[in-house]
């Protein structure tokens, strides 16, 4: 079985981030890069497959000449091999602008199965895993907190707000995962040393013969305008019961307007 | 060796690992299993999954083929947050593992060394004896006999470090095997007449296990010795060489763990309408503890770059060991005073710091044996 891991540099989850307000794109600089955490719950279910099932996982990556070592950090957790799409044109895509490079990096290989993280921390739209499902025509299984393969089925548990539905198909397939399916590894040094010697393909644009019409910022049909600093956080409220009890009461609505319960 | 050590990217990516599981897995458990003296053998495990214990060794006997410096950067690491699990790593592999891959013969090393090195199991060396464990030489009095091809061993090992885990299978003790002669020789956990002590009352390193030995009658085969008969006192010797480096860079994580934690707490707690951090006696020891923390790193690398170099060392490790202990201990109570009575708490790290500080003045030769060493090599 051959399976694929999309994954993407981010700015540091916990790092305060700046947008610049020439290009309003978050300002590389002003932040540390790395691996996107939720693409570490899809590193670890196809490290699963590998270890279980012989899986081949290859990792792949659109991103600049800087972002190697987010690939070869993404191999170190033991992945077999890398492909990485540098193009200048990529630059300042939307979702479907990046889902159309990445569908066309995907259809280059051969693979049975696309597992990528829902979302990824810096713009959390969520549509990259569908939109790349329905560009290569494949049944999308997105969403998944848990997931099984069983010769050429897949079935996943697609968790919802009230729970999950047990969802089928077909391999090939592509799904996207949350962060409840396993609990990642860390590393090893053994694969951090490795790392260093797997094999990375680098890939442009027209290797993979993308039509760049549809790609880059000028050909984005999502548009910031505008950005403004977070608010600050505002003080909590501080209920205090007065020893009659009024207080849960308190609690109780204060909870049900919030819809909490 | 060039003149500045620095770290490759592998180095650098492997350090960051082991930082993210110092502060994601261990820094939150660390209260606890420090209140509760437990051992904390998930923890170990993990570490072990990570190749942790199998740093320094060659993969032929299920090691990772690592260098010993990056074995230090993950005693650096762990050691900023937890100096428990810290020892148990470098007493595991520096103390536990060492030995048998320095010293064993081939089947030896295939034998013990795979579950050592996988972390797995853990092993203890046992050199200290209730008469001391600075004159080693007139101290032991651990005697093994030979008969036929078994030893007998009679005697006792007093505070040895992972000889009573539930990951424990071996202990490597050194006996008297004739009157100038002393010798190292395995014995296996649970050989019938070796009794393990329960886990002592410790002043700090709470959730290490530290174990009292007993050997009456011990029988363990001849072929258990390690390396010639006679040699052990040169053997362990070389092992608490490497072992220094190595309790340095477990030191320099605690100062730099210090600064950490007094920086953060520093910048938040308030006094006379300022962050306490804005009052320069309180700025000022954070200060220092960083000028401790860069100094004595450099120096420990400086010591490890020798030993991979292939040039002596034995001085540069005493230095290491002897300056980065002693400037952990001033780092860990100047800490717990930035902490002010919070930093008396074991619920902090600094107050956890302030208990395990003074044991790294003490074991694997204590201070005034590094400066023996140092004068020595003056010529003194
Ligand atoms: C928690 C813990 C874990 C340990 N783990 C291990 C282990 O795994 N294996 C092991 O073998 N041992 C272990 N030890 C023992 C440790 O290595 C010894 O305690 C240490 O070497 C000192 O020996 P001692 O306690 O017998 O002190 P002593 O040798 O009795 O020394 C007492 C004092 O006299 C000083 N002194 C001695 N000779 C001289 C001299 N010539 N000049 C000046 N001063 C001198 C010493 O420096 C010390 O200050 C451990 C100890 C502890 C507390």
Redesign the interface.
Known sequence: MKVLVPVKRVPDTAGEKKIDPNDRTVDRESVESVLCPVNEFAIEEAMRLKEQQDAEVTVLLVGPESAQPVVRKALSYGLDAGVQVVDDAVVGSDALGTAEVLAKALAAEEFDLVIFGNQSTDARTCLVPAAVAEILGLPALTYARHLEIDGDQITVHREHEEGWDVVESSLPAVVSVVEAINEPRYPSFKGIMAAKSKPLEVRSLDDLDVDTSRVGSDNAAAIMYEFRDRPPKEPGTIVEDDGSGAAATQLADWLVEKKFV | MAGIVELT??QE??RR?VA??ADEVIAPQAAEFNAAGRFPVEIIR?MG????F??PFPAEYGG???DYL?FCLALEEIGRVDQSVGITLEAGVGLGAAPIAEFGSREQKQRWLPELLRGERLAGFGLTEPAGGTDLASATTTRAVRDGDEWVIDGGKQFITNAGTELTSLVTVTARTGPDEITAIVVPAGAEGFTVAPPYRKVGWHASDTRELTFDGVRVPVANTLGDEGAGLRQFLKILDDGRIAISALAVGMIQGCVEECVRYAGEREAFGRPIGGHQAVAFKIADMQVAAETARQYYRYACARKLAGLPYKRQAAIAKLYSTEQAVTAARQATQVFGGMGFMTETRVGRFYQDAKILEIGEGTSEVQRMIIARDLGL
């Open positions: 990217a592998e990516s492997f690992v993210e599981f993990q999954e990570m190749g942790l199998g740093i990772v083929d690592g990056s």
